[in-house]
């Protein structure tokens, strides 16, 4: 900016090329992309605090390719649904609100097994089971909905509709391992360590659970003993679990009775 004849002239500068080497410029710039996506969930996710609005794979949820799979048309989607984009956020909110398949589970009696190890194995290999397996065609299942609902995740950083139907199933399936844990200690004679509680066991039985899954969308070999199949990563850490939270129940004590 400088003054001529009265009048104040503003001049533009053009930024200076970038003196960064240019793989530094490459990193600093994708640094910030992941940033601005970032930023870019955080929005999605408050704004649909506010509205129903898809996210994620269920924003680009195509109602003709929906409905061409029951040899329909897009117009029996929106006939229902109202639009495209009623139909994606009701799609949505039905994979994120999953607690009936909560119910569902059938774990394994502890009647059927000789020792308690046998009846925690025989539970994480069903569990393994239950989950997402690598390569697996989509279905209409559990392990599905849970991949549809990591996808979600992130906006549950910054969304109630995302986070409270997920923490809400967490909650039921954490009872309900409760109940098959307290089961299975009185079943073979066992108790819990000092200061450890049925909820602890079950919390940690269910983070472990699920951070195998993790890994059993990437692969289906352990990850760090390739080959054994990705069941064994989840039943080694259950045992440890189990091992760790449980010891032998100390006998009744009996009570002496006096001369009548």
């Not at 001049?11 to 970032?38: F, H, N």
Request: hydrophobic share 40%; aromatic share 8%.
């Amino acid at each position: 900016m400088h003054e001529q004849e009265g009048w104040i002239i503003v001049t533009s500068q053009k930024p200076g090329r970038s003196t960064l080497p240019k793989d530094v410029a490459r990193r600093r710039y994708i640094e910030i992309g992941e940033i601005v996506a970032l930023e870019q969930i955080r929005t999605d996710a408050q704004t649909l605090d506010r509205q129903a609005l898809a996210v994620g794979p269920f924003a680009r949820l195509d109602a003709g390719a929906v409905a061409a799979h029951d040899g329909k048309t897009r117009g029996a989607i929106t006939n229902l649904f109202g639009s495209q984009a009623a139909f994606q956020a009701e799609t949505m909110a039905l994979a994120l609100s999953v607690g009936d398949w909560i119910e569902e589970i059938e774990y394994p009696a502890p009647d059927d097994f000789p020792s308690a190890e046998a009846w925690i194995d025989a539970l994480l290999v069903g569990e393994s089971a239950r989950g997402p397996q690598r390569g697996a065609e989509p279905s209409s299942s559990y392990a599905f909905l849970w991949t549809l609902w990591l996808s979600a995740v992130p906006y549950g950083m910054w969304s109630e509709e995302v986070s409270r139907p997920s923490m809400e199933e967490h909650v039921l399936w954490v009872q309900k391992l409760e109940q098959v844990i307290r089961g299975a200690l009185g079943h073979f004679g066992l108790a819990l360590d000092s200061g450890v509680t049925v909820n602890d066991l079950a919390s940690a039985i269910a983070s472990l659970i699920e951070g195998v899954w993790l890994n059993q969308c990437l692969t289906t070999q352990h990850p760090s003993d390739p080959k054994e199949p990705i069941v064994t990563a989840l039943r080694r850490s259950g045992r440890l679990l189990w091992r760790g939270a449980t010891r032998s129940a100390p006998p009744p004590s009996s009570q002496e009775s006096g001369p009548a």
